[in-house]
């Protein structure tokens, strides 16, 4: 393995960093005056915006009669596509998403016009009266259809080695299959929202609930028509985000903003649920196939996947997303000779987009499958098959797409997670559990991760940072992240604490505001943290430079003997109290405030040759998860989970264990109970929370153990910590594999359950019911 | 007018629309955005507030949580309205809030208040702090980012250390402002929402207005508003009609008034009828429980309501009234449409009469939906068999979700009528008859033939416990 890099200490008596600080705003979420966009104070010009949606999904607009809108009380303003002074398509990266319905259908629910009325209510009730007529033409629903039509939103990218077609036909062994994986809905529990403030002429502030305040401030220019100059857009916190505020909050920041232009009234926009839902894209579903070939002793020797991503309408964030799953086939292991292929298909549904692992749970979980498979047929244990196949000295550790893994510890994590978590043992009383208990069967399954960091989009990996120092030697920081509740922000406060040595109430961490901190990236692919904290580090370096210069003069030590401490600033015996020393400076007319900039180095991919290096590192973990299944009704319990996960070194314990565990419930959610449904016009009716379950409270095992692998990232991250938002996402997948495991054991663990997500408690019955079925076959 | 606290302010309304929610007002009117609004349907509780009332003892008062946003504002009469915003003492955080913070409970925040919300209740009921009553204290508070685990610790920490607050230091002075609004005795009426204490001035207000609609908890009324946008009507209140709220056990039956809240008739249900536990711990969610009645929830006769079904399987009254005249009907006689019944014009369902149960008998009662908290049935299945000698002399059923109305199945109840209960032939006689008894339809919940499938398997299930011996563990759920 590769020697690691000499690590410097940096947990220090004074310091906040490494340890379990408090959420930032935690006192204030608690007390219920932690703002969010809706709890600002109504200003005296407030009005409210909604938009009347399609009711089919494909075809042309005949007839739009608006009168009726019009008249309903409280209307103010309506606006069609045509009202639209500037750009009309707000498609992030590609095109292809119209800010409201141009003449083409795209999908049921798409909004046709938005209206503008003195109340909420009254704009929501409007909104509901225009006659609308269509002229319907044959939609695309699914993924099946859309293969079968060849109906794609961006080209089909392949990448792989070898000749994996001659080792499927000379394998000893082979397998192929199939497997659905369900989409999922958002559902942060602050649902869209943007307020639009018109400022002198043109200029605009927005206050908006979004991932990515500098897409918004560059949408709202060009839909106004004005230079990014003029919109000031303002971001303190989101109630969640998860990938759905990262390109699809603009759409409503937007038509705010036009309203607001066209008035010169403050405009809200908020979505209530059913519309969010609705109108707001959501994890791709994937319709996933394999064929694997592998030996007796259960080492994979080749794999052609091919992995089909349900864009909806628009390729929106899709290129990337479907990329990331291609990334992901091979998880942890080494497959041999590989051909992965991806497909962005185009359907009538509204556009899906980024959520927490963006694409790469949908390949991933084919890894996972390959495995259980290969177990099956082999009558090996699967985590047997597992770790034979992980990535290695022996295996080798370069990837299909030509990446190398550097700092390879997935073999030692797994290592101790199986032993910490009796593995061996729980196997054995698992199969004695079942031999006894006719009814509820047992299952158990180890899984890995090994998830890629970086944006795929290489120029998305920089980041930006503003820190001023006040004369009380109070210190504000300003970074392009944005806080959606993952503890960015309490991070943030933590690195530039360290850094001057002062404690944690010496700094605020502000809203981000494009006017502060330009051109930033959206706060997504795990990478707040490492992006923003490295810039906000530089920007503390570049302080401290000045700083330790002046120090040094004045007490005539060498600069680079500064050090700041404690709340002092020391070298050679000399001693200032931190905002003595500020206060000295700004006398002698130092500057006490900086930007900061960091891009993340030694990534590309070309994607010519489907190859390169797309990512700085892997982040790594793993989970072993326990399950009882009722084999009368296909109802399940999650009964045990253990988790080890590398966070590299922590930078805060207590925020990174909270993703680790909301990342895995959000997970098992997906895999289990969240169940996008759409009817056969194309109209979702899993549209409310009523319809659509996500984990409640007693979805959490009883038994939840989550420990992190105590290893620092050997690449020089902030800190040599690692991004933990996604990651974690996956470790789900154990739930999925243990319920398969308890169905296995039906057929003595020689058939591997035709099982697809989510595995509601009616596909488990099925599953069931053709396991016992082909039983009796036999 | 009605008369509420809000915190420790006294508030008088008189002309708020009734479409106003409990949210909305506390937001939009009174700045208090503490309370947040994830999906005005009561399925989130982001939005829960704490209502305290006269404790049945009259001695002190009773903390309920409840989802703002489907609460209307006339239920608040005679309570005090408690946000999270009037928790903390001075600048000291309450002991939840502490527990909160210390576990790092919250992540982006928005759920916090709510959750906050429904500790405070949990805090001020005598309940140990377990996993189980921290489950259904939080049985309605949806969290998307920690996944709960943070928020259980924090729950069992602050409960398990439970000293006097702020509130108890007020409870006396609330008390009586409580008792004073009590002695009043016009009725209290905001708007167009009246709430008569008595059955006689609810017949006289249905005569006064004639297309007024009956309410109780609201929390199904409520979505017409907050999800279909439409406007009420008139709208009496059952909650205070004081023939509506009795709850009376002798050797014969148990009579639960039917504008009792779900949460109030709990004890005695899970008393007389221990194998309703589950059902009704999973009949949607704690705050709604504290609000939604009995009586609604049959009066509603949805096809996928969990209480029908009961009343069906245990032969239960339904106990009519119009103000002058009483009439009983029999559950079986009850249901006679997709959302329809035998209520006649300005009448209403005064209480239900459940029959105890004699030793013989074994009941059990099953509900198999995606989601085990706070979801609707797929299929909702209550079994009972009385025996003889290991001999069927009765047998009964109540199902939701597999036709159009809460259904028994007579067939079931007729052929198995004398069969030793021990075969394998009766159970498989049962599975035959329940996979082809009903015509369920796909839907979001289910598909028909899964539903077909669990309505035989369910009976196998039922089948399994109540056989004399343990023959094989038959659930994933603790309940079993």
């Not at chain 1, 397998?175 to 400022?199: C, D, K, N, R, T």
């Not at chain 1, 185009?346 to 749970?361: D, E, L, M, Q, Y």
């Not at chain 2, 009420?232 to 023939?243: A, N």
Request: include cysteine.
């Amino acid at each position: 393995m590769r020697k690691l890099v000499d690590q410097p200490s940096h947990k220090a008596e004074h310091s906040p960093l490494l340890r379990s600080e408090k959420h930032e705003s935690a006192i204030r979420q608690v007390s219920g005056s932690a703002r969010y966009v809706d709890d600002i104070p109504a200003p005296a010009s407030l009005c409210y915006a909604s938009v009347g949606v399609t009711n089919v999904a494909s075809g042309t607009l005949t007839s739009l009669d608006l009168s009726a809108v019009k008249h309903s009380p409280g209307v103010i303003d309506i606006i069609t596509i045509s009202d639209i002074p500037g750009h009309t398509d707000i498609g992030p990266v590609f095109g292809g998403d119209p800010i409201l319905l141009d003449n083409e259908v795209k999908f049921h629910g798409q909004p046709v016009f938005a209206v503008l009325a003195e109340t909420q209510e009254q704009a929501r009730v409007a909104a509901t009266k225009a006659t609308m007529t269509f002229a319907e033409a044959e939609a695309i629903l699914t993924t099946h259809e859309a293969l079968a039509a060849d109906a794609k939103v961006r080209p089909t990218h392949e990448f792989g080695r070898g000749d994996v077609s001659n080792t499927l036909q000379t394998a000893p062994l082979t397998a192929s299959g199939h497997l659905s994986v369900g989409g999922q809905e958002h559902m942060y529990l602050e649902g869209q929202v943007s307020l639009a403030i018109p400022e002198e002429e043109d200029r605009m502030s927005i206050f908006t609930s979004s991932q990515h305040p500098s897409e918004v401030q560059k949408l709202v220019a060009e839909v106004l028509d004005v230079k990014l100059h003029r919109v000031a857009v303002d971001m303190r916190r989101m109630g969640g985000g998860f990938g759905g505020k990262e390109s699809q909050a603009a759409q409503w920041a937007c038509l705010a903003a036009v309203f607001a232009l066209r008035t010169r009234r403050a405009v809200k926009m908020r979505l209530p649920r059913m519309l969010d839902m609705q109108a707001t894209g959501k994890r791709h579903p994937f319709e996933n196939d394999y064929e694997i070939a592998f030996n007796e002793t259960g080492k994979m020797l080749g794999a052609k996947v091919t992995v089909s991503g349900n864009c909806g309408h628009s390729p929106d964030l899709s290129d990337a997303i479907v990329d990331r799953a291609m990334f992901h086939v091979d998880n942890a292991y080494q497959l041999g000779d590989t051909h992965i292929t991806g497909h962005r298909l185009k359907t009538n549904i509204v556009s899906h987009t980024a959520f927490r692992g963006f694409g790469g749970p949908q390949g991933l979980i084919m890894a996972e499958l390959m495995m259980d498979v290969v177990a099956r047929k082999t009558g090996l244990d699967p985590l047997s098959v597992r770790k034979l196949n992980l990535y290695g000295e022996e295996n080798g550790t370069v990837t299909p797409y030509g990446m190398p893994l550097e700092q390879d510890i997935l073999a030692d994590l797994i290592g101790k997670l199986e032993a910490n978590s009796n593995y061996w043992q729980r196997r054995e009383e698992v199969k004695a559990f079942n031999a006894a208990s006719p009814i509820i069967k047992k299952g158990l399954a180890l899984t890995p991760v090994k998830f890629g960091i970086s944006f795929t989009a290489k120029h998305l990996n920089q980041a930006g940072a503003l820190l001023h120092i006040y004369t009380d030697g109070s210190i504000q920081v300003n970074h392009g992240g944005t806080e959606m509740g993952q503890g960015l922000h309490t991070k943030i406060g933590q690195i530039v604490a360290h850094e001057f040595g002062v404690t944690l109430d010496n700094i605020e961490v502000t809203a981000t505001r494009t006017d502060k901190v330009p051109n930033t990236s959206p706060t997504a692919a795990s990478s707040g943290t490492d992006l923003n904290g490295k810039a906000a580090q530089n920007a503390c370096i570049t302080i401290k430079e000045r700083l330790a210069a002046f120090f040094a003069e004045q007490f005539n030590v060498p600069a680079e003997d500064v050090i700041f401490a404690a709340g002092q600033v020391s070298a050679g015996g000399h001693h200032l109290p931190f905002t003595q020393l500020i206060q000295n400076a700004y006398m002698a007319r130092i500057s006490l405030s900086a930007t900061g900039y960091y891009r993340t180095p030694k990534i590309y991919y070309d994607r010519e040759t489907g190859s390169g290096r797309p990512f700085f590192y892997f982040a790594n973990g793993a989970a072993v998860s326990e399950v009882s299944v009722d084999t009368l009704t296909g109802e399940y319990t999650l009964d045990k989970v253990d988790i080890l996960h590398d966070v590299g070194t922590s930078l805060n314990p207590a925020i990174d264990r909270g993703q680790i565990e909301g990342g895995f419930i959000q997970g098992m959610g997906w895999l289990t109970t969240e169940d996008l449904r759409w009817d056969d016009s194309g109209r979702l009716i899993s549209n409310n929370m009523a319809t659509y379950k996500i984990p409640a409270i007693g979805d959490t095992p009883a038994h939840f153990n989550v420990a992190l692998f105590d290893r620092p990232n050997a690449e020089d991250s902030i800190y040599h910590s690692k991004a933990v938002g996604e990651p974690p996402f996956m470790l789900a997948i154990s739930v999925w594999c243990a319920i398969k495991d308890a169905i296995a054991s039906l057929a003595d663990y020689k058939v591997d359950p035709d099982l697809p997500a989510p595995a509601t408690p009616e596909k488990v019955l099925m599953a069931i019911n053709a396991i016992q079925n082909a039983g009796g076959e036999q | 007018m009605i008369k509420f606290l809000l915190n420790n302010e006294l508030v008088t309304l008189e002309n708020e629309a009734a479409e106003v929610s409990v949210q909305q007002y506390l937001r939009d009117q009174k700045a208090l955005t503490g309370s947040k609004e994830g999906c005005a349907a009561g399925d989130c509780g982001a939005c829960t507030v704490v209502l305290g009332e006269i404790a049945p003892s009259q001695t002190g008062i009773y903390y309920r949580s409840v989802n703002s946003c489907i609460t209307l504002m006339a239920a608040l009469h005679g309570k005090q309205l408690i946000t999270v915003e009037h928790l903390s003492d001075g600048n000291t955080l309450h002991p939840v809030q502490q527990a909160m913070v210390e576990h790092h409970g919250s992540q982006c925040g928005f759920c916090t208040p709510g959750f906050v919300m429904s500790m405070f209740a949990l805090y001020h009921t005598d309940h140990p702090a377990t996993r189980e009553t921290v489950n259904t204290a939080l049985s309605g508070n949806l969290c998307r980012c920690t996944g709960y685990r943070p928020i259980i610790e924090a729950t069992l920490d602050a409960c398990a250390h439970r000293k006097a607050d702020k509130f108890t230091g007020q409870e006396g002075e609330v008390l009586k402002q409580l008792e004073a609004i009590a002695a009043e005795t016009s009725t209290p009426v905001m708007n167009k929402v009246y709430l008569p204490s008595s059955r006689e001035a609810m017949a006289a207000l249905l005569q006064a207005h004639p297309d007024a609609r009956f309410v109780a908890g609201s929390t199904d009324l409520s979505l017409e508003y907050t999800q279909q946008l439409k406007t009420l009507p008139t709208l009496v209140s059952t909650t205070r009609v004081k023939e509506c709220r009795e709850l009376e056990v002798d050797e014969q039956a148990v009579t639960v008034g039917a504008a009792l809240p779900l949460s109030d008739i709990a004890p005695v249900l899970h008393e007389h009828f221990p194998q309703l536990h589950e059902l009704i711990d999973r009949f949607a969610s704690l705050p709604i429980r504290n609000q939604a009645t009995l009586g609604g929830n049959v009066a509603n006769a949805s096809p996928i309501g969990d209480m029908p079904p009961v009343l069906l399987a245990l032969n239960a009254t339904v106990i009519l009234d119009n103000g002058s005249d009483y009439r009983e009907v029999p559950a079986d006689k009850f249901f006679t449409g997709y959302r329809q019944t035998v209520l006649a014009d300005k009448e209403w369902i005064s209480a239900i009469r459940f029959n105890r149960m004699d030793e013989q008998t074994q009941l059990r009662a099953y509900k198999v939906s995606k989601r085990h908290e706070d979801d609707i049935s797929a299929v909702c299945a209550i079994f009972t068999v009385t025996l003889e000698d290991g001999i069927v002399s009765a047998i009964s059923s109540g199902f939701g979700g597999v036709a159009a109305t809460p259904v028994s199945c007579e067939e079931l109840e007729q052929r198995l009528l004398g069969k030793n209960w021990r075969e394998q032939s009766t159970r498989q006689l049962g599975m035959e008859i329940l996979a082809e008894a009903f015509s369920p339809i796909d839907d979001v919940r289910a598909s028909a033939s899964y539903r077909k499938q669990i309505l035989a398997n369910l009976w196998q299930r039922f089948w399994f416990e109540t056989q004399s011996e343990l023959l094989a563990t038959t659930r994933v759920t603790a309940y079993a």
